[in-house]
């Protein structure tokens, strides 16, 4: 397999773009490999420029659940062109869109759509910390919300519990309002709560984080999430940017009977544009503006081509069969590769939600990220990019998701797990 084109490329964009790229995932640093640069995409495959045809788990780290080029998604994006890109005033596709979603939110009354899943978790966090006038909030290592200053924040160490930057360019003094707590651990989360009970705005998690690399609550955590909350007055909010619509129609709060005040948005309700959301209990959003005093705002914001990939997207989804047959097709993936592992004694556990899943290379149960972190690095990267040389696009990081879409055939699924017995053979 060549990739002269897109080292070539590398080079050229390295000049002029950090590291080459706009998202830093992308350049393949964690799999020490160059990434290819894609051309065009289509179905479950895209398409580098030498030529080289992937078949495609990473679908835009998650929003192309319908495949790439979905006919009924494009048609549509195409017809919208004609009657202008962006009107920077109301449109009656925001409204259609927004009863889509809160259909399939039932715990939602109100949304507000901006341009991307970071808006969204900056946007409901000034909001819980406004409605609930305290400035503490509580995130989770490992958990991804987005790049928004008060998120970007890691742990402190030892007996301090007030975060610090996880990035140059976060002040100290933003970070210190950001309490960590581990996933799955309730008692990590009972002591912030202990420790300053009538400081804490809200508590902000990924239901089922993908961020980690998929990893799912163990012991009623959700709801002993929303017990706390409600116990300390604060907000529970869940993060299903990456796991809503991925399970079911709906998130996957759906599944695990949760009741969130507020919920955020991103990747699929987009369709493949940018389209970020955050909603939930009418009480709460109704301080947003202008209806209320929160500011909050956006020149892009329900951009008619964005909102209309967005519908085109969701009502397929809506149609009777679509995610039985996706989670079919994903089980059918993770069956065969568990299985192989399982045959070759490899250490390897393999984390699922709906259609999206990890292969963890550690032998031990992955609850929070100091598991995940047990993984080995160096067998991901081999496997990676022996996949990647068997016509196999995965996500170029351990601490990912993979992601499958309606498109994938049965064929695909043989044509991976192939690859995968080879990529196996070789780690
Ligand atoms: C991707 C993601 C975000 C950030 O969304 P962007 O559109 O990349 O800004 C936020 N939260 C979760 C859970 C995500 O997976």
């Known amino acids: 397999m060549k990739f002269s084109k897109s080292s070539k490329l590398l080079e050229r964009a390295k000049n002029i773009l950090p590291g080459g790229v706009n998202s830093p995932v992308r350049a393949f ?84 759509f901006v341009n991307s899943g970071t808006e969204a978790a900056m946007g409901v966090i000034r909001l819980a910390r406004a409605y609930t006038k305290r400035d503490r909030i509580i995130k989770f290592e490992g958990c991804y919300h987005g790049h928004s200053d008060s998120l970007l924040v890691k742990a402190g160490s030892g007996a301090t519990t007030l975060g610090v930057p996880d990035s140059p360019g976060v002040p100290a003094d933003i970070a210190k309002n950001t309490y960590t707590a581990v996933y799955n651990d309730i008692n990590s989360v009972k002591m912030l709560f202990e420790k300053d009970p009538e400081g804490i705005a809200c508590v902000i998690v990924e239901p089922v984080p993908g961020n980690m690399g998929v990893v799912l609550p163990q012991n009623d955590f959700l709801k002993k999430l929303k017990s706390l909350c409600e116990r300390y007055g604060a907000l529970l909010i869940l993060d299903e940017v990456m796991s809503g619509f991925r399970s079911t129609f709906g998130g996957v709060q759906k599944l695990y009977e949760i009741d969130p005040d507020m919920t955020c948005l991103g990747k699929v309700i987009g369709g493949g544009l940018p389209v970020g959301a955050f909603g939930g209990k009418k009480k709460i959003m109704q301080n947003l503006s202008p209806s209320g005093p929160v500011y909050q705002a956006g020149t892009l914001s329900g951009n008619p081509l964005a909102m209309t990939a967005g519908i085109a997207t969701l009502k397929e989804l809506k149609k009777k069969g679509v995610y039985e047959k996706l989670l079919s097709t994903t089980d059918k993936l993770c069956n065969g590769v568990e299985e192989m592992a399982k045959k070759k004694g490899l250490p390897a556990r393999l984390a699922k939600s709906g259609s999206m899943f990890t292969l963890f290379f550690t032998d031990s149960p992955v609850h929070n990220y100091s598991d995940a972190k047990k993984s080995n690095l160096e067998k991901f990267g081999k496997y990676f990019r022996k996949m990647l040389e068997n016509c196999v696009y995965l996500p170029p990081s351990q601490f990912e998701a993979i992601f499958v879409s309606t498109a994938h055939t049965d064929k695909d699924i043989a044509k991976t797990l192939d690859a995968v017995k080879k990529a196996f053979r070789a780690i």
């Open 29 to 112: 640093r964690a799999v020490g490999s160059n990434p290819p640069f894609i051309k065009k995409a289509k179905g479950s495959k895209i398409y580098d420029i030498d030529g080289n045809i992937f078949i495609d788990y990473v679908g835009s780290w998650g929003p192309m659940i319908l495949g790439h080029c979905h006919p009924k998604v494009a048609e549509a994006v195409k017809k919208a062109v004609d009657k202008g890109t962006s009107y920077g005033a109301p449109t009656p596709l925001e409204v259609e869109l927004a009863e889509l979603v809160l259909e399939a939110f039932p715990s939602m009354e109100m949304v507000r």
